[in-house]
């Protein structure tokens, strides 16, 4: 029997347990917290998937050229077809396993419109489809932990991977994060599930818990990554006296339009920029041009809801009327809502190929850590189903590694390291600010050599001896490494395209149609 | 402000004259103190932060200074972990036998999700609950023990709609008696404070009429 060890425990571990499990596997499913505190849970707006049911002639095809598209041609063309062409079966799936999805009037799941694609394709659950999912999702894994096909084990934070003599995955090690106890899980394959980098850029929109610690450590334990400069802006963002929060796009799939006041009047400025789409052009395309017309966002830009009727806002957008009604004390029906770019999605990350795989074997990464179907650019509501996707397909190769080598127990040099590790003086807050600082100054919307490198100088004189647990200790050494690959890799992209906009070189350049790899090789990053 | 903050049995005061229109977890943040809390999502999706503020269950992410009687009125606010749960440390509490408790119900499907159109709006709302154990922490019957709480009824009021494996159904329904309906004494204060506002009551007595009171069962009015 092979043994499967999944880190994360949000969509993409579930989806990994469960499919491991019911492929003969036994799992180790391991997270600092339970999946119902994932960022998971935060996706609202859908899933997509051509299910052709609102006669609107759809199909996988035009799901993955409308993909493909979105990302400015840089995506795993392979990935993304199995993706499109795998998303009907997924929804089915979801169905099965008892997601409350949306209906129609003839009782098939609904779909509503989102941002860069023409058809109907955005299955959802009110505005909370991702808790949904993961209600349904937890159920189907809760039976399995009966069955004995799944472990779980709550409160462990990764730390390292553990090799063979032969450079294949065998394991990790892991912190319990309120014992401090330090422990290796070996098995036949790993699958990372740990969500994007957020902590790079602060208090952003997602959890406090995806902090890239995961994706940095693999970096240095010579995992390659891949589009580190590919960071997407969401468009509409609402500034709360806690931290910026996300509208939903199904707001402006439910017919929501963007505006900016000009001689005194709303200019609804998407419908004169790009007739066609209009508000529902792709993310990168809107972000920017909220920016244009805000001038850097000096100008209060609008999303107006107040067209709409009850029912659409307060049953079919139901968070988005209780962010706007509890943190923001404003009705959208009668109020349109101030918003404003911010830092989303991460397309980069751990390069993997169609089949989730790494470039260690027995080493496979699913759901926002992993790199390949986005691109330049991602769909909105194709991060769901990349996370069950990425799930799936992982979990079906995973289950046929057997390593070859000896296992490298590395369990002691983690403990020597945990031993001899002495908190310093510097706030463990204040250094998280001072790199989430950095990072924003330097990779907004638009960015320039100048402002990279700056950022590359600032991150070298920056004091990390922080006063910290061992993990966070740790975390902001790894944090720099990461910021610092991120930042190179948008120095090396000289090319404007999707989400990576340079102001010196405002064009999108054939040359640079590919991904750009990072890999640390004897404490060196290499941008490739 | 006087912030007091209940750490390891003892009441800590803290001073805080910043804005009010904060919530209570950015005044944790702001007071800049090493002290120990869950949180993650900072929006009141994910049921982390649920701790007693001022005598009542609630999430510290959703809950504003200027909202809070005690702020406006006496200008303070008293902080203390849930404490129905082990205490890990400050305010963080370890909720783990909340989740045993819906394996041990055996909270989950045997056969494909049936589909009910008249029960999706019910399921929907049945499938919001955050496991955060603000409702156990006020109901009066709850201590840790044989009594699973809220959460269970409420993920098995979703299932037994969604199920068809008649064993597995019967095996719900009988873990519901036993473990819910004869220590529940419907009191259902579990609605009053629950964040996310599902109908709690109506999950309860959808269970008991299908669980329970076989007059419903034969009559097949459910």
Redesign the interface.
């Known amino acids: 029997m092979v043994d499967i060890i999944v880190v994360g425990a949000g969509i993409a571990g579930l989806t990994a347990s469960i499919k491991a499990g019911d492929n003969g596997a036994n799992v180790s499913l391991i997270s600092p917290d339970y999946s119902e505190r994932s960022q998971s849970v935060m996706a609202m707006g859908g899933i997509n998937a051509a299910l052709n049911t609102k006669r609107e002639n759809d199909s996988t095809d035009q799901h993955f050229t409308d993909t493909l598209n979105g990302g400015c041609k840089i995506n795993n063309e392979k990935a993304v077809e199995m993706l499109t062409s795998d998303a009907p079966q997924i929804i089915d799936w979801l169905e099965r396993i008892g997601t409350s999805f949306s209906r129609d009037a003839n009782g098939n799941v609904d779909m509503r419109n989102f941002g860069g694609q023409k058809k109907k394709r955005t299955v959802y659950a009110g505005s909370r489809t991702g808790k949904q999912i993961v209600s349904a999702l937890v159920s189907s894994c809760r039976k399995r932990e009966t069955e004995g096909k799944i472990k779980r084990f709550v409160g462990y934070r990764f730390l390292s991977l553990i090799f063979t003599d032969e450079n294949e995955c065998c394991g990790i090690n892991c912190i319990h994060e309120d014992t401090q106890e330090l422990r290796s899980f070996i098995g036949d394959a790993v699958i990372i599930a740990t969500g994007g980098y957020n902590s790079l850029f602060g208090k952003i929109l997602g959890s406090t818990q995806n902090d890239g610690f995961a994706t940095a450590k693999l970096f240095t334990q010579g995992v390659r990554l891949a589009n580190l400069e590919m960071v997407q802006y969401h468009p509409t963002t609402v500034k709360t006296p806690q931290k910026r929060m996300l509208i939903t796009e199904a707001a402006r799939g439910e017919g929501g339009k963007l505006f900016v006041m000009k001689d005194g009047k709303p200019w609804y400025f998407m419908k004169d920029f790009y007739p066609e789409l209009a508000d529902l052009m792709p993310r990168d395309v809107v972000s920017r041009s909220i920016f244009k017309v805000s001038d850097g966002g000096k100008k209060d830009v609008y999303l107006d809801l107040t067209h709409l009727d009850e029912y659409t806002v307060k049953v079919k957008l139901d968070e988005v009327y209780e962010i706007c009604d509890k943190y923001l004390n404003l009705d959208p029906l009668k109020t349109p809502i101030p918003i404003f770019p911010a830092v989303h999605y991460f397309m980069g990350g751990i390069q993997t190929d169609e089949n989730h795989k790494t470039n260690i074997k027995g080493l496979y990464a699913a759901g926002e850590c992993s790199c390949q179907y986005h691109g330049a650019n991602r769909l909105g509501g194709n991060s769901l189903l990349g996370a069950v996707h990425g799930g799936w397909i992982s979990a079906e190769n995973a289950v046929l590694e057997k390593p070859k080598g000896n296992v490298i127990n590395s369990i002691d040099e983690e403990l020597e390291s945990f031993k001899s590790y002495a908190p310093k003086d510097k706030s463990l807050q204040d250094t998280l600010s001072e790199i989430s600082q950095i990072m924003n100054d330097s990779m907004g919307i638009y960015r320039n050599e100048g402002d990279l490198m700056a950022a590359l100088d600032r991150l070298d004189n920056l004091d990390i001896n922080v006063n910290a647990k061992y993990y966070d200790y740790l975390k902001v050494k790894l944090l720099v490494i990461l910021s610092k690959a991120s930042i190179l890799s948008a120095l090396e992209r000289k090319e404007s395209r999707g989400a990576h906009q340079r102001t010196d070189y405002p064009e999108s350049d054939d040359r640079y149609k590919k991904s750009i790899c990072a890999m640390y090789d004897d404490g060196e990053i290499v941008i490739t | 402000m006087k912030v007091k903050i209940k750490i390891d049995d003892d009441y800590q005061i803290f001073d805080y004259d910043g804005?009010l229109?904060?919530?209570v977890?950015?005044l944790l943040e702001k007071l800049?103190i090493p002290i120990e809390y869950?949180?993650?999502?900072?929006?009141?999706?994910?049921?982390?932060c649920a701790m007693v503020i001022n005598s009542e269950p609630k999430l510290a992410?959703?809950t504003?200074l200027n909202e809070e009687r005690m702020v406006i009125e006496y200008n303070q606010i008293t902080i203390e972990p849930l404490s129905k749960f082990p205490l890990?440390?400050d305010l963080?509490v370890?909720?783990?036998i909340l989740?045993d408790a819906?394996?041990e119900c055996?909270?989950?499907?045997?056969n494909?999700?049936e589909?009910n159109?008249k029960d999706?709006d019910f399921?929907?709302e049945m499938?919001?609950?955050?496991?955060c154990g603000c409702c156990t922490e006020v109901c009066p019957n709850y201590k840790l023990g044989d009594f699973v709480g809220a959460p269970a009824a409420v993920?098995a009021s979703?299932?037994v709609n969604?199920e068809s494996d008649e064993e597995h159904l019967k095996n719900m329904k009988k873990k519901y008696k036993k473990r819910f309906f004869s220590h529940c004494v419907k009191s259902i204060s579990c609605e009053d404070v629950c964040p996310m506002e599902i109908p709690t009551q109506r999950a309860i007595s959808k269970m008991n009429r299908k669980s329970v009171w076989r007059i419903w069962q034969l009559m097949n009015l459910d």
């Open positions: 804005d229109n904060i919530s977890i950015t800049d869950s949180c993650s999502c900072l929006q009141g999706i994910c049921g982390a992410c959703k504003f890990v440390k963080k370890d909720r783990s989740f819906m394996t055996e909270l989950w499907l045997e494909d999700s589909y159109p999706l399921e929907y499938s919001l609950c955050l496991m993920s979703k299932l969604q």
